[in-house]
């Protein structure tokens, strides 16, 4: 059973290592699916067809022939979607008998998850057999194999090359199955079991419900949902019944999926809906399964320690599944949140549970796919359903950093359906903060001002008990933590490069954690009521992996020396223990807390209940947040910005435990728990008087919506609580709260108003003087300023910054039944009927006045009143003349009894509501019990915690500066600053213009920080500071730039000697990295009131702006920067006009340093002095260097200098240098200085000197001759395959000893040794204009070739200064060069035709020059030859950018572009790698490897040695023998065995190439390119496979370019004699009885239409034929690559002949003839040619043991290629299927022979017996007699047919009529006779 389920456990362990770390965004995938070939394929006489189906999209192959097809076929898939929703689509391969049109034409199939393929390495499965099956019949075999190759390729991946193997075609198909090692397939059925759901939210409309309570029915809104369940597998998909309006179904149900195991896909998907009877089902959320963590095969484990029993099939429960999705509320209106319910991103809401059970069986007998669940088996699950009690309790510490104040806000916490407050379904529980109204913070930010009262709220709920499985799961995440909190201080160590000795102390403590953390025991199973199979299992697993990482811990511990080698090892435990912290089986749902503004859910987050839960058993087993107070950011739902807008930081102390053990919660409680009855007085004003004469509809004492009715003696304590105080009034504190507060300035507004009749004049208005809504405000004369306050103005001023008149009004018009305009225009109209205008008066607070902030607010009411003007309106709390009713609130607070602490909060559930007995109103007890729950709902009890104590903290952020910001500017640049805010202060930095690396160098002081709490327990959960970054604009909002958190270090005294230090924290705007923070926080605690224990307080660079003190900004050193300044390339235009004089501005650390002009781009882009050199202070930690900024400015007429560009430079490691060390290369490359010396160098490069030293003789050959043998065996493409590893298709040319070239799988400038072709130059991109939010970068506008230089410079000035870096430099005029370009092939280029294929050609565009190769179009393929060397000259470096563009020809409509590819010719020409022309291994003067570059190899090496600075070359004993460089090199170290051929050159230019080439230069190579195009910029469109070569024309002429031109197929002739047959099936049955058949065959090559076949011999009684027939296959041969070429249109409207390059194959089957019916096949033979079966010379030899299974190798000595035998004769076996074995169908003798087009000209041969019917020439078979058609010859029927068989019984009817003649002549003449004897007697 282990054995069976290997492949999950290699899945599990291939995606912790690959990782899917992509942005959950809808991006660009490009599948590529490759089909091979097909092997086994069963039936008889097939013509199969491969259909793959991708994400809905199917493309299929083409038709083919044959039980073995050969395909080679590529298929493309582009999609655009989310990668979660790629990965879990399916790939369909379908094979299909195209000759069928019956419904079973389908031969067999195959199913794989495209997240399988993208967790294989390299995104890829190559070259794999992939095993077919009938989906159908699970008792079936194998329906044969196909070998494909699959891509899946997101943005910026590369497809894995393809490489055939040599030995692949005679490859065991099992050995390279897509399947692990030594797995047998077979089949298995899971067995779901549904068993119920509970808590489904309403899905349909209650109208009819509410219809049903208008007329006195019961509604029953809870039920109002027809669930059922789609389970979908593998392409599988099975629903169970639907149980009408019930939310809690019950379906009893088992589905059986049956499949082949393993299987490849991952996921069951469970999906419930609501079936709709008219529309579309609406989906109710989404669970999943997932194999690899419910199943496990222990494989490896047991394989690498003799482990055995760790494997385990797929196992499940039964245990409940959550359902997550959109929030549970029910609208008529479409759900935006739809998607969430299909599990598309994180679900907002609790949707139900769902109880499941899956058992893997390993048999397939039940065919049902979904049947009832047998009662036992429901009684079972009862157990694991038992319920128990948990109480939840969440303390709000602080919510903070809220961006709008205005309405007033709540929180919400629910788990599961307990505590939504707008369920109906659920008891009412206190699970919601009362509504506060947020406080500015004086800052940017508004918080919520709880101060010392915390709210809380607590539920209780029922779920099963899983703490065993939770317990082990909280263990293993501690475990986990830890153990990734020494990893990040083991690789900070590690980059801070600190002592080898504090290394190891770092390390041996991270070892001796693990040590102790892998020695505990998980929680034991036994006598658990609800264990299940699979949590047995899983227990075993981690115990075993926790065992091992503690072997590997001990033995690292003892025997390591190398404390970075150990890394990995350490990775992998920590990837190893948080898969093991996974737990499928978890049933109880998260925690999920709600901000709800104005009854409007707006915000939430999600909790595991795991990491809050309580554990009874072991401290470690507690969540991570158990009891502790956390920080958690909230997020809106669906958010399209991934978070870029904050709605409120959190910090919440969470605890969650079984009722039975609550009192736990009393060591985690702090401060003081207390509940608040609550009721409301209500009065009213009546003539001048408050009282309750004028309360319409409302009571005395009521609730807060005024309409239930409450006293004060209906009140009574909970049990476990007591009456702390008696009644008090306690104003509600967000009525506390002024609109002003927390402002510095404020403006205070009044509409004056002002109504007339269309047309007459204007007077004051019936409320003359309103507020913005047009409620009554009081008149501005009696507004006062409030104490500590101050005006800024002396009077009352008319807005006029509005649409308004010079006056200030705007006008309107009222259409009724509306008594305000809805709208407001600044023109006066006849028909307006109101006008308003906007008084305001600013005020600013008093300095000199201390206002009471923790008092009472200045002008509340001293009783306490709240007033509005009218009931139900808005409440405030100075009276006004308007108002007329009033209320204020009376609350009498409780206490918990002392025996049970703070767990009383936990007893409040329904404990509040009031006693309505007393009320002489009551009604009925049913409208008493309603009643009652009706007050309990709106007083639901009221908690709060405490603190009577706060501490008093200071703290200190230092933000010193920030880098790779977003460009949120159209200059290129940003203006950032930044808000930092923590807990309820926030603070804000200085704005730094026109940067993308600001430095703040800013520390902010947040003074006097209250925090309530133990300072030992908030040491252990600090808030963080969050850092906000913002682009300032002075017109517009400012825009975000991004968000980071930075913990803080926490001093508690102030001797403690923590010195904080700078560190990068990432920038996030959303899911993207936004750039980077250097910054570092303290928070210190305050022990003294005047501040007198904290730290001095750092120098201030401006007031109130202090800088970041010594100690913790970076140490810095001079440094010097030397900058080359090459030039500047590809200037786009700036607001339309072209770049023509432009300077560059380098900015570092402060200095700045500026080019000259670059007087004329166009004539050369180069700048006049190249070096310029600047002094930096600069940090001595590289992680601390500020980046060098360069600016690009265009000088332009009137003295405009703007900005045009600018780039980035962020790393400057790879820049720094020693400046004493000697440099090898003083200039780049020997060419250059050669262009630069004397014109007097002599370039000869026609060889006087023999072709080989006279010691060695090659006979007496002509060159001509030579060339010409040579031509016919090798070519240029025989050097490239033998370089590629293709030795099959390079002929003879190794064993030649010719030379191969290198061959890069991809860019020249990536390949890593020659470091990007930039050794002298880099090429900065230049950016321009804002980052949008669609792309990643800003638009690329130029580039700025340059290079740095850096190094320290001395600290006394009075030592010399290192020298300079940048000497010697080559000469930066314009060059002009012959280019050649060499295009040899494409690869997997993307189809642009509707056929799946494109018509491939060359588009080169250097400079101005273009050439439009569309003449030379290669038709329908994917992978062109195209063999093509193109000339050009161009001027660098004007000219330096090559593009090469494959094109798709299309007759009638443009040609598209497949992709194209851009060579910086200028980087390979100032390269010193020698770019330019590429060194080959030998220097040859004659033959295909021809000298082709302009200077000899000794020329080359001399002015190699003249750069670096070394002696001439020198020459000994005839060149064999060189000294250089200080060394001694001879001819024959390089050259010993190996083949010395005639083409090779003198000695000493051999030998000089030979060292050049140890010198670390380019070698004659062929680069892959990637082709991109616009239509998807980040994915592959293809490859081409080429080089560049480029020559100064200064350097003379270049050598003979290589012909590359493709190879042409050679025409052969296959002829093919049929001798003879035996052992034929007998088909049929004769007239007479006899079995027999009217044999002939048929042949063909297969790709070729040319189909032959022989006359038929009639009447085979035995199964022999005779014929003598002779076929003639003429085809098309590529002897080097061992392919037949076909050319043939696909149809007949096809413009163009497809090209198809097939294996040389013969086909020969036989058939029996039937003149009045379909002919009936026998059996069929398949020879591949180059690996022909040889054959029996006797009939009786032959065998079907012959041809070999597939399944097998063949054996090498039973195999002949008949391209070099030329001819074979014998007999060879047909072979049939029958019920899916082999049987011998007959057997053939026949002669094969292959001639070339040549040799059949000298001995021709016709078909069949046709003339010129020689060589052999063919008699007319000798068949019996008995062989003929029977109806065409009656004669010879009636002889060899009826006579042959008849002949006695014919005999004996002749007799019998004999006899009987005689006896009826007898008969007939004896009375006469006897009459006559009578009458005449004798």
């Not at 493309?59 to 076929?73: M, Q, S, V």
């Not at 401060?671 to 001048?688: I, K, P």
């Not at 799946?1396 to 400079?1407: A, N, Q, S, T």
Request: a negative charge.
């Amino acid at each position: 059973m282990a054995g069976q389920t290997s492949a999950a456990a290699k899945r599990i362990t291939r995606k912790s290592k690959t990782g899917r770390s992509l942005p959950n965004k809808p991006q660009d995938f490009q599948i590529r699916f490759r089909v091979i070939e097909g092997r086994q394929l069963p039936g008889n006489n097939i013509k199969p067809v491969v259909k793959v189906s991708i994400c809905n999209q199917t493309h299929r192959t083409r038709i083919k022939r044959g039980n073995n097809p050969f395909f080679d076929e590529l298929l493309f898939y582009n999609v655009n979607m989310l990668p979660a929703d790629l990965f879990d689509e399916i790939i369909t391969v379908r094979v299909y008998d195209s000759n069928s049109l019956r419904s079973d034409s389908l031969m067999g199939e195959f199913k794989i998850d495209i997240g399988y393929v993208y967790d294989e390495p390299g995104h890829s499965v190559v070259r794999k057999w992939l095993l077919l099956q009938d989906p159908d019949d699970a008792s079936s075999g194998a329906k044969g194999y196909l070998k494909v190759s699959m891509f899946v390729l997101g943005a910026g991946d590369e497809p894995m090359l393809e490489k055939k193997d040599v030995n692949e075609d005679q490859e065991d198909i099992e050995s390279n199955l897509l399947m692990p090692a030594g797995i047998a397939l077979r089949w298995i059925t899971f067995v779901l079991k549904i068993y119920r759901a509970e808590d489904i939210p309403q899905m349909d409309d209650a109208f009819a419900q509410s219809v049903k309570e208008m007329f006195g029915g019961d509604s029953d809104k809870k039920n109002l949902v027809d669930p059922f369940v789609e389970v979908s597998f593998a392409g599988k998909m099975i629903r169970t019944k639907v149980i009408e309006k019930n939310a809690n179904p019950e379906w009893n149900q088992a589905v059986n999926l049956q499949i082949k195991f393993p299987s490849m896909c991952e996921r069951i998907r469970l999906t419930v809906y609501d079936w709709d009877r008219l529309t579309k089902n609406d989906c109710v959320g989404t669970a999943y399964l997932n194999l690899s963590k419910i199943a496990s095969s222990g494989g490896e484990v047991e394989a690498a320690t003799g482990e055995s029993g760790l494997g385990f099939l797929p196992a499940f429960g039964p245990c409940y599944l959550t359902l997550y999705g959109s929030p549970r509320e029910f609208t008529g209106f479409p759900d935006p949140y739809d998607d969430l319910n299909y599990g598309k991103g994180e679900g907002v809401a609790y949707r139900g549970r769902i109880l499941v059970e899956l058992v893997t069986k390993l048999d397939v007998s039940n065919e049902k796919k979904i049947e009832d669940i047998p009662n036992d088996d429901i009684l079972v699950t009862e157990k694991y359903q038992r319920r128990r009690k948990f109480s939840l309790s969440v303390v709000f510490h602080s919510a903070t950093m809220l961006t709008e104040g205005g309405e007033a806000i709540q929180f919400e916490v629910s788990i599961g359906n307990y505590g939504n407050k707008f369920d109906t379904t659920c008891k009412p529980l206190a699970s919601t903060t009362q509504y506060s109204r947020p406080m500015f913070d004086g800052n940017h930010y508004y918080y919520l001002p709880w101060s010392n009262v915390k709210p809380v709220v607590t539920l209780t709920s029922y779920w099963e008990n899983v703490s065993h499985r939770l317990d082990a799961v909280n263990i293993l995440q501690n475990m986990a933590d830890r153990l990734e909190a020494n990893v990040t201080a083991l690789k900070t160590a590690m980059l801070a490069n600190v002592s080898d000795s504090r290394l190891a102390e770092v390390w041996l403590k991270l070892i001796d954690q693990v040590l102790e953390d892998t020695s505990c025991q998980l929680p034991e199973l036994e006598g658990k009521p609800n264990i299940t199979a699979l949590d047995i299992q899983i227990r075993k697993l981690r115990m075993f992996y926790l065992e091992n990482i503690k072997e590997s811990a001990r033995k690292l511990r003892e025997e390591a020396t190398d404390v970075k080698a150990t890394l990995p090892d350490i990775e992998d435990w920590l990837l190893k223990v948080y898969q093991m912290a996974e737990e499928p089986q978890n049933s109880m749902p998260d925690v999920i807390i709600w901000m709800i503004q104005g009854e409007r859910r707006v915000a939430y987050a999600r909790v595991s209940a795991a990491s809050v839960l309580f554990s009874t058993s072991h401290a470690e087993a507690c969540g991570k947040y158990c009891g502790k107070t956390q920080t958690v950011f909230l997020k809106h739902p669906q958010d399209k910005t991934n978070g870029a807008k904050l709605p409120v930081q959190l910090r919440v102390n969470i605890w969650l435990g079984l009722s039975a053990v609550e009192q736990k919660f009393n060591s985690y409680a702090e401060g003081t728990f207390s509940v608040s009855a609550e009721m409301y007085e209500n009065q009213a004003l009546m003539f001048g008087k408050w009282g309750t004469t004028g309360l319409v509809g409302k009571h005395k004492f009521s609730d807060v919506t005024g309409k239930i009715k409450l006293k004060k003696e209906s009140f009574l304590p909970p049990k476990g609580w007591e009456w702390e105080s008696d009644w008090i009034v306690d104003p509600e504190r967000s009525m506390l709260i002024e609109a002003d507060a927390g402002h510095t300035e404020f403006a205070d507004e009044v509409y004056e108003n002002e109504s007339r009749f269309p047309g007459g004049e204007w007077k004051a208005a019936d409320e003359q003087y309103t507020d913005v809504n047009g409620e009554k405000s009081a008149p501005p004369g009696e507004i006062d300023c409030p104490p500590g306050w101050q005006w800024e103005s002396d009077a009352w001023s008319y807005d006029i910054n509005r649409a308004v008149d010079e006056k200030g009004w705007e006008y309107g018009f009222v259409i009724p039944p509306d008594t305000k305009p809805k709208s407001w225009s600044a023109a006066e109209k006849m028909y307006h009927t109101h006008r308003r205008r906007r008084l305001m008066r600013q005020r600013k607070k008093d300095p000199k006045a201390a206002a009471d902030v923790k008092g009472r607010p200045p002008g509340q009411d001293p009783e306490g009143w709240e007033y509005a003007a009218l009931i139900g309106w808005k409440f405030h709390i100075k009276q006004r003349s308007s108002d007329t009713f009033r209320r204020r609130r009376w609350r009498r607070k409780m206490a918990p009894s002392d025996r049970i602490g703070s767990a009383a909060i936990f007893k409040l559930e329904g404990a509040l509501g009031a006693d309505m007995s007393a009320d002489d109103d009551s009604k009925s007890s049913g409208k008493d019990k309603e009643t009652a729950t009706t007050v309990f709902g709106a007083n639901t009890p009221i908690v709060s915690c405490t603190f009577g104590k706060s501490f008093v903290y200071h703290l200190r952020c230092y933000i010193y500066q920030a880098r790779h910001l977003k460009a949120l500017d159209k200059d290129s640049f940003s203006d950032p600053y930044a808000y930092v805010s923590f807990l309820h202060q926030s603070k804000k930095t200085e704005i730094v213009h026109a940067t993308l690396n600001p430095t703040w160098d800013q520390t902010l002081l947040f003074n006097d920080l209250e925090i309530y709490g133990d300072p030992q327990i908030i040491a252990k959960n600090l808030p963080d500071v969050v850092i906000e970054l913002f682009d300032y604009d002075q017109v517009g909002k400012d825009e975000f730039l991004g968000r980071s958190i930075c913990p803080p270090v926490l001093k508690l005294s102030g001797t403690t000697d923590i010195t904080p230090k700078l560190l990068w924290y990432p920038v996030q705007n959303g899911s993207k990295q936004a750039g980077d923070v250097l910054v570092a926080a303290e928070l210190i605690l305050k022990t003294k009131a005047d501040g007198s224990d904290l730290p001095i307080v750092p120098p201030q660079r401006a007031p109130k702006l202090y800088m970041v003190p010594q100690g913790i900004r970076p140490v810095v050193q001079l440094t010097a920067v030397e900058i080359l300044t090459w030039g500047l390339r590809n200037m786009k235009p700036y607001q339309l006009a072209a770049v023509t004089s432009p300077s560059l501005i380098i900015q570092c650390g402060g200095e700045v340093v500026e080019t000259a002009v670059i007087k004329n781009v166009k004539k050369n882009p180069n700048f006049p002095s190249s070096v310029l050199f600047m002094k930096v202070l600069m940090p001595k930690e590289e992680m601390y260097t500020p980046p060098v900024i360069v600016k690009v400015i265009d000088h332009r007429p009137f003295g405009r200098k703007p900005v045009v560009g600018q780039c980035t430079i962020e790393s400057l490691e790879e820049f720094r240098c020693d400046p004493f060390v000697e440099k090898m290369d003083v200039a780049p490359q020997a060419r250059m200085c050669l262009m630069s010396a004397p014109r007097d160098v002599i370039i000869d490069i026609d060889d006087k000197k023999p072709l080989l030293a006279s010691k060695r003789d090659f006979g007496v050959k002509s060159t001509a001759h030579l060339a010409e043998k040579e031509e016919e065996t090798v070519d240029w493409w025989s050097k490239f395959f033998a370089s590629t590893g293709d030795h099959d298709k390079c002929g003879q040319y190794v064993q030649k000893g010719y030379d191969g070239l290198k061959v890069y799988d991809c860019e020249l400038e990536d390949v890593p040794e020659f470091y990007g072709l930039t050794d002298f130059c880099k090429t900065f991109k230049l950016e321009r204009g804002r980052t949008e939010d669609d792309e990643d970068d800003p638009s690329i506008v130029g580039e700025f070739k340059g290079s740095f230089k850096i190094y320290p410079l001395p600290d006394d000035p009075g030592m010399p200064p290192p020298p300079r870096q940048f000497r010697e430099l080559p000469d930066s005029g314009p060059q002009e060069c012959i280019v050649r370009i060499y295009i040899v092939r494409g690869i997997d280029l993307q189809p642009k035709d509707s056929n799946g294929l494109c018509d491939p050609y060359v588009k080169i565009v250097l400079g101005k020059k273009v050439i439009e190769d569309r003449d030379h179009y290669i038709p329908n393929t994917l992978n062109p030859e195209f063999g093509r060397m193109y000339e050009l000259s161009c001027f660098l470096p004007q000219e330096k950018d090559l593009k090469i563009s494959v094109f798709d020809f299309d007759m009638l409509t443009r040609d598209e572009k497949v992709g194209d590819t851009v060579i910086d010719l200028e980087n390979r020409f100032l390269s010193r790698f020698g770019a330019t022309c590429g060194v080959p291994q030998s220097y040859c003067t004659t033959g295909i490897n021809t000298w082709r570059d302009q200077l000899r190899p000794t020329q080359l090496l001399q002015n190699l040695a003249r750069l670096k600075g070394f002696p001439q070359p020198a020459f000994l004993d005839d060149g064999n023998r060189i000294s250089y460089g200080g060394k001694d090199y001879t001819l024959n170290e390089f050259e010993a065995n190996k083949i010395l051929h005639p083409h090779l050159g003198p000695p000493d230019e051999r030998l000089a190439l030979h060292v050049l080439r140890t010198q670390g230069l380019v070698p004659e190579h062929v680069e892959t390119r990637t082709l991109y195009s616009s239509f998807q910029p980040n994915l592959s469109q293809g490859r081409i496979q080429m080089w560049v070569d480029v020559f100064p024309k200064s350097l003379g002429p270049p050598g003979t370019p290589f012909d590359i031109t493709p190879r042409k197929a050679k025409k052969y002739v296959l002829r093919v004699i049929i001798w003879n047959t035996s052992d034929v099936i007998l088909q049929e049955k004769s007239i007479t009885g006899e079995e027999m058949s009217d044999i002939y065959v048929k042949g063909w090559m297969p790709g070729f239409d040319d189909k032959q076949k022989t006359d038929v011999h009639y009447r085979s009684l035995g199964g022999e034929g005779n014929f003598n027939w002779r076929y003639v296959f003429p085809f098309e041969y590529l002897p080097a690559e061992q392919l037949c070429v076909v050319a043939k249109k696909e149809h007949f409207w096809s413009l163009d002949k497809t090209e198809f390059r097939v294996p040389p194959k013969l086909l020969i089957q036989i058939w029996d003839n039937d003149k009045f019916s379909l002919d009936d096949y026998l059996g069929y033979l398949e020879l591949n040619l180059h690996n022909i079966i040889v054959p029996t010379k006797t009939s009786s030899k032959c065998n079907i043991d012959m041809i070999p299974d597939d399944k097998q190798p063949v054996k090498p000595k039973s195999v002949t290629n008949l391209f070099e035998q030329k001819s074979i004769k014998g007999w060879w076996p047909c072979i049939a299927e029958k019920d899916g074995t082999r049987i011998l169908a007959g057997k053939v003798e026949m002669t094969l022979e292959i001639v070339t087009e040549k040799e059949a000209e000298e001995r021709p041969s016709g078909k069949a017996r046709d003339e010129p019917n020689m060589n052999p020439k063919l008699d007319p078979p000798n068949r019996p007699e008995t062989s003929f058609l029977w109806f065409t010859n009656p004669c010879k029927t009636m002889k060899y047919i009826v006579w042959r068989k008849f002949k006695w019984i014919f005999l004996g009817i002749i007799l019998l009529l004999i006899v009987l003649l005689f006896v009826g002549v007898f008969l007939y003449s004896l009375p006469n006779y006897v009459s006559m004897k009578i009458i005449k007697p004798v």
